[in-house]
Structures are given as C-alpha cells and as structure tokens.
T-cell receptor, first 113, second 112 residues
Framework: RKEVEQDPGPFNVPEGATVAFNCTYS??????FFWYRQDCRKEPKLLMS???SGNEDGRFTAQLNRASQYISLLIRDSKLSDSATYLC??????????????FGTGTQLKVEL | NAGVTQTPKFRILKIGQSMTLQCTQD?????MYWYRQDPGMGLKLIYY???????DKGEVPNGYNVSRSTTEDFPLRLELAAPSQTSVYFC???????????FGPGTRLLVL
C-alpha cells in the first residue's frame, strides 16, 4: 500500500460546481497534513493545512479523519482558476530530526464553462 | 523577500556529465529539502538538512550529493548524470519540522 494515495482524476466539473477530493494515508503516526496546489510546470504551493477540527478558507474546506486515515478537500462554487493539480501531503518525523513530507501523486481538476 | 530561489531553470546534460543545482532561501529557515518529481508521480525526497553542516539521505539519494555550509544555501550535486535523473527538481525550506514547506520554482533537467 502506498504511503499516500489519491485518485488521479481528472475531475471535470462545470463552473460553480462543488467538488471533493479524498486522500488516504497509511502511517497512523503521521502528525501534520496539508493540501498543496500545483499548476502545470510550476512548484507546489500551500493551499491549506488540515487540522483535526477541520478548517475552512473561503470556498475551500479541509477535514481530517484520523480513525479512517484520510483527509479531504472540498471546493465550493468552482472557478475556472481552480483548475490545477491538488496534492495532499502527510508529514512524519525522520530519525535524523528532519521531517518527511510524503506527497500523493495529485488529483487533477479541470473546471469548465 | 524572494523566498526560495533555484538556478538554473532548465539544463540539458549529456550522460556522464556533472552539475550542481543551486538553491537559496532568504527566510532564515533551518530545514531545507531536495525533491524530484517525475511525470505523473508524486514528489520524492532526495536529501534534506536540518541546519548548516547537517545533511541526511531521503528516499532516493543514489546518484546525488549535497552540502550545507550556510543557512541560506543547499546545493545538489549530480556527479555522473544518467537518463534516469531526467526530472524536475524542487528545493524547499521550512522553519521547523512539521511546519509548512515552501518550494522554489524548480529546475528542469534533461539527461541525454
């Protein structure tokens, strides 16, 4: 089983739609969780951190389910500009003292007119 | 405040050549990382550093070397380039373990 798994998509949705992505992780000791956005041929950029209580930032809502070991991202009222690849990332501590951010392969979202 | 910068943006190497990918951050972050991203794949950790003078291997370190002589700089060295090293390389930094990592714009490397 992969450490972090995502449905690669693509998810093709009309503008204004609500879309949700899930990401499962295998290491129950994982400490921190993030959603990154990656545009074509660009670097990943932090979209939001995922907290145990869930968090919301405008049209974006992230949730964590530790019991089932998954995180989710909900995008409401999709915009054309939301088209991108969404990477989930799960953080765990390395023995050398650093931290390992394990990324999923990403879910591609295409928002259409 | 430029964040994380990487040079070059793009490079073509011949098999067996060597090169250094440069990475600099101006956020005074202790932690720095090198990742590679192959098409359709997630990012894989090559090497990381928890501070000046301290480096350690990640998941895919073979064929690479790093050094960390200053807080700001974390160069990645390819000694004998191989076609399998064709990839996009991202450098990242964070203030502390578990905190958000910030990425540079990447270096696209093609080994022929």
């Amino acid at each position: 089983r992969k450490e972090v798994e995502q449905d690669p998509g693509p998810f093709n949705v009309p503008e204004g739609a609500t879309v949700a992505f899930n990401c499962t992780y295998s290491n129950s000791a994982s400490q921190s969780f993030f959603w990154y956005r990656q545009d074509c041929r660009k670097e990943p950029k932090l979209l939001m951190s995922v907290y145990s209580s869930g968090n919301e930032d405008g049209r974006f809502t992230a949730q964590l389910n530790r019991a089932s070991q998954y995180i989710s991202l909900l995008i409401r009222d999709s915009k054309l500009s939301d088209s991108a690849t969404y990477l989930c990332a799960v953080n765990s501590i390395l023995t050398g003292g650093g931290n390992k951010l394990t990324f999923g392969t990403g879910t591609q979202l295409k928002v259409e007119l | 405040n430029a964040g994380v910068t990487q040079t070059p943006k793009f490079r073509i190497l011949k098999i067996g050549q060597s090169m250094t990918l440069q990475c600099t951050q101006d956020m005074n972050h202790n932690y720095m990382y090198w990742y590679r991203q192959d098409p359709g794949m997630g990012l894989k950790l090559i090497y990381y550093s928890v501070g000046a003078g301290i480096t350690d291997k990640g998941e895919v370190p073979n064929g690479y070397n790093v050094s960390r002589s200053t807080t700001e700089d974390f160069p990645l060295r390819l000694e004998l380039a191989a076609p399998s090293q064709t990839s996009v390389y991202f450098c990242a930094s964070s203030r502390a373990a578990q905190e958000t990592q910030y990425f540079g714009p990447g270096t696209r490397l093609l080994v022929l």
